[in-house]
């Protein structure tokens, strides 16, 4: 038997911080109900004024008047830490700003992935079996897709000789970006996290909740002794975590006796899929008067009347790039415009499956948030259950030995989950290819931002494919709006900026400004 442990044990690192973070919360405080701007020294001055702010600090905490904790930041450095975590819980709130490693453009090394805790020795050897065979399927995958990805390759660059030296990294790039699907979420990334003293507040009290518990306790932990190191004041006033047991889920599956109904999980993710009609995005949701009421809004912002402004020309004076130059600005600045910030009126929601790593870039679109899964109840034993990537589908090859890796990984995790092991355990082992399916809404501002970049054909093949299935379905509705639905080449050519295409070298190789939406199509 082995102790509990998480190993390789993740790495936190405090590297940036704000000067005084106690002392600062309570000078913004005083601040609000003061002629003058009160600051840290004179919160700690004397022992008056340390007895005045170690009240208010209760008293404000205790009230719920957090925003004062909000001002100070911390900025840490995460290693080793589980794609699956960073999933579930960093990146599964808006709160946050994160520069993580790249799994499209950095080669993953062999040994680079978390172990649960797994007390049975023969558990523990399969599960590292199966992280290591699904890293050597990672590395198969790569040489498989190679040919194929030349030969797409040189359909869309007939100038360029796939086989010189200049394209390979090029190459081998668009290769481990598909053959990822294979690594498991236990999979290491290292990153930079920013947040508010506030959120680390919140990340103590909700650490103890699905999927990913114990590596959660063990990453906040961390954190809160990093910043007490810095300021022993700082966390004067944490509350205690809720207990796994005490969060509405857990009591949700205890309640109803859910955590072995594999009969009820099977017939949700049939219900789920068959609804979904065959797209990867559809639309359930949205304000059937979102058009009309933007209009008005742009009125309102103007001071005119509707017979000064029609409807279509209100559309038109926000949406076209041509009129509305904020569209061809690199720096987003929609959000901050008096006229663009009418487009937060329209709204819609979608019901989605992509895969882990692909939801694990939309996830990214904070403004967009979506409501997603405790994860190992979309989880069936015995049944393989992924996302095929279109480069594979074209690769009969690919397609046997993607199916025939599945089917192992998947025969792995039903043998350890009928050995005992914990389900929290076991999910760490799910392939980059497991779907996630979940329900997104958002504004039409913030879909217009994420919808410009991910119909880029250099963004990742499924995001592309999913905004691709969401504006066609709003173009469909509300044709005044969808015309201006466009990837930033499309919109830079209607706002007049050159050159249309603003990657550079990583140019597509597609005149996609040339085509509707509709007639997109791609592989690589």
């Known amino acids: 038997m082995r102790s509990l442990t998480f190993s390789p044990e993740p790495v936190v690192k405090l590297e940036n911080y704000f000067k005084d973070p106690f002392d600062n919360a309570v000078a913004t405080a005083r601040t609000c109900y003061s002629s003058r701007v009160i600051t840290s020294e004179d919160v700690h001055k004397d022992d008056k004024s340390k007895e005045l702010r170690d009240r208010i600090a209760e008293s404000i905490y205790k009230a719920g008047h957090h925003t004062t904790i909000q001002h100070s930041t911390f900025q840490f ?49 399969l599960y590292l079996e199966t992280t290591r065979f699904q890293m050597e399927a990672y590395k198969e995958l790569i040489r498989i897709l190679n040919p194929v990805i030349r030969s797409q390759y040189a359909k869309i660059f007939p100038n360029r000789d796939p086989d010189l030296k200049k394209w390979d990294s090029a190459l081998k790039k668009r290769a481990q970006e598909v053959a990822r699907y294979v690594l498991p979420v236990a999979t290491h990334a290292h990153l930079y996290h920013t947040i508010s003293g506030l959120t680390l507040h919140r990340y103590n009290k909700l650490v103890e909740q699905y999927d990913t518990p114990y590596e959660q306790k063990v990453v906040v932990r961390k954190m809160v002794e990093a910043v007490s190191e810095v300021d022993p004041l700082f966390f004067k006033n944490i509350e205690d975590s809720i207990p796994l047991e005490k969060t509405p889920e857990y009591e949700f599956f205890a309640s109803r006796a859910l955590f072995d109904d594999v009969s009820g999980r099977t017939a949700f993710l049939s219900e789920f899929d068959h609804s979904l009609g065959g797209l990867t995005s559809r639309l359930v949701d949205y304000k059937v008067n979102g058009q009309k009421s933007m209009a008005q809004a742009v009125r309102t912002v103007l001071g005119v009347t509707e017979s000064q402004l029609s409807e279509k020309e ?29 487009m937060s009126h329209p709204h819609f929601t979608f019901q989605k499956k992509i895969s882990h790593t692909a939801d694990s870039q939309d996830q990214r679109h904070r403004m967009t948030p979506g409501s997603r899964p405790v994860l190992h109840r979309h989880f069936v034993a015995s049944k393989p259950d992924y996302v095929v990537p279109a480069l594979i589908q074209v690769s009969a090859e690919a397609s046997e030995y993607y199916a025939s890796v599945m089917k192992t990984v998947w025969q792995n995790m039903t043998q350890l989950l009928n050995s005992g092991v914990s389900e929290e355990s076991v999910m760490y082992l799910l392939p980059n290819a497991f779907p996630i399916r979940f329900y997104e809404s958002g504004d039409l501002l913030n879909h217009h931002h994420k919808w410009t970049k991910r119909l880029c054909y250099t963004a990742q093949e499924e995001i592309w494919n999913m905004c691709k299935d969401e504006v066609t379905q709003v173009n469909g509705l509300f044709p005044e709006i969808g015309k201006y639905l466009l990837p930033p080449c499309g919109v830079r050519l209607l706002a007049g900026t050159r050159p249309y295409c603003p990657e550079g070298d990583r140019f597509c190789g597609v005149p996609v400004w040339k085509l509707p939406v509709e007639e997109f199509e791609r592989v690589l």
């Open 77 to 125: 450095i995460l290693d080793k830490v589980s794609r699956q975590f960073i999933w579930s819980f960093l990146h599964s709130h808006p709160f946050y700003n994160s520069e993580q490693v790249s799994q499209r453009y950095v080669e993953v090394k062999p040994e680079n992935f978390s172990v649960p805790p797994i007390e049975n020795e023969k558990s523990l050897e």
């Open 314 to 342: 209100a559309i038109d004076l926000i949406m076209n790039p041509a009129k509305n130059h904020y569209f061809g600005e690199a720096l987003n600045i929609t959000t901050l415009g008096k006229l663009s910030r009418t």
